[in-house]
């Protein structure tokens, strides 16, 4: 129920297989045998994480920003389906 209501399918795909890579790069580094293969994989580990939040991140501002009354009209649709009531304010009584 909660993962229904949380995430989308997509987003649990990328979990996956972000997680497959990890795994398979801990694993590849573990089987070249060093001694220091735990060096490795905390560095193929750290690479894969950077790179993903730089590819996850270019990927959501390359979408096009919406303008202001489509946004306001999509976050008073959002929050009346939530049940909050927003009194017009953005933030803080601005």
């Known amino acids: 129920m909660i993962l229904r209501n949380f995430g989308s ?7 996956v297989v972000f997680f497959v890579l990890i795994v398979s790069a801990v694993l590849t580094c573990w089987s070249v045998g060093a001694s220091y293969w735990w060096i490795l994989a905390w560095v193929a580990s750290a690479v894969l994480v950077i790179g993903a939040s730089v590819v996850s991140r270019s ?5 096009h920003p919406l ?8 976050l008073d649709k959002f929050l009346g389906k939530v049940g909050f009531e927003s009194q017009g304010r953005l933030c803080c009584g601005f």
Not at 67 to 74: H, M, P
Request: hydrophobic share 25%.
């Open 9 to 15: 399918t997509r987003s649990k795909v990328s979990n």
């Open 59 to 63: 990927i959501a501002y390359s979408a």
């Open 67 to 74: 303008s202001d009354g489509e946004l306001k009209s999509r």
